[in-house]
T-cell receptor
């Protein structure tokens, strides 16, 4: 049963610290998406990759957030420095080549910045 | 630009009653449409998708949705609600073309009354 995995599942950190979230997409999927979910804003797209190349990161605060795909099995989302307003659940999703937009979501990383 | 509107942020139905969650879309190209479900503390899971084949789409857990182009709607229904259906439901539309992104609605939380 292929699934998207995310680590850590929970992260509590202090303001100003660096946070790194990791995602392993489903093997064979060529698109990866990072989303942030909050009660106030709902689900927001932060960044999206196809074949490891970043195609859209317009939803991401550029000064503190960065997203990369070092290889096809790993995507990372970093926040440096973190702020309390970054507290949210961060989801990674992956999609198949040629698929009509269907995305498979991981369980999320719940981030709390104090 | 593509968008979806979900009518009602909260919907309550009695166990055994009909579930109807409303979604209207806007798309400049023939759309692909999706319904996702999110259970507490989990990621989003695909319920069903419309990709221009049959207008009545059957999904998992007894859900189905009908694509109505004339009404630009893609409402989700289930004949008989079960307590386990309590969750948040998201309608989504593909951006289209070579863009892999999908645009999510704000979600409808479904409450099941005993």
């Amino acid at each position: 049963d292929a699934r998207v995995t995310q680590t850590p599942r929970h992260k509590v950190t202090e303001m100003g610290q660096e946070v790194t979230m990791r995602c392993q997409p489903i093997l064979g999927h060529n698109t990866v998406f990072w989303y942030r979910q909050t009660m106030m804003q709902g689900l927001e797209l932060l960044a999206y990759f196809r074949n490891r190349a970043p195609l859209d990161d317009s939803g991401m605060p550029k000064d503190r957030f960065s997203a990369e795909m070092p290889d096809a099995t790993l995507a990372t989302l970093k926040i440096q420095p973190s702020e309390p307003r970054d507290s949210a659940v961060y989801f990674c999703a992956s999609g198949r080549p040629g698929g009509p937009g269907e995305q498979y979501f991981g369980p999320g990383t719940r981030l709390t910045v104090t | 630009a593509q968008s979806v509107t979900q009518l009602g942020s909260h919907v309550s139905v009695s166990e055994g009653a009909l579930v109807l969650l409303r979604c209207n879309y806007s798309s400049s190209v023939p759309p692909y449409l999706f319904w996702y479900v999110q259970y507490p503390n989990q990621g989003l899971q695909l319920l069903l998708k419309y990709t221009s084949a049959a207008t009545l789409v059957k999904g998992i857990n007894g859900f189905e949705a009908e694509f109505k182009k004339s009404e630009t709607s893609f409402h989700l229904t289930k004949p008989s609600a079960h307590m386990s259906d309590a969750a948040e439901y998201f309608c989504a539309v593909s951006v289209g073309g070579r863009d892999d992104k999908i645009i999510f609605g704000k979600g409808t939380r479904l409450h099941i009354l005993p």
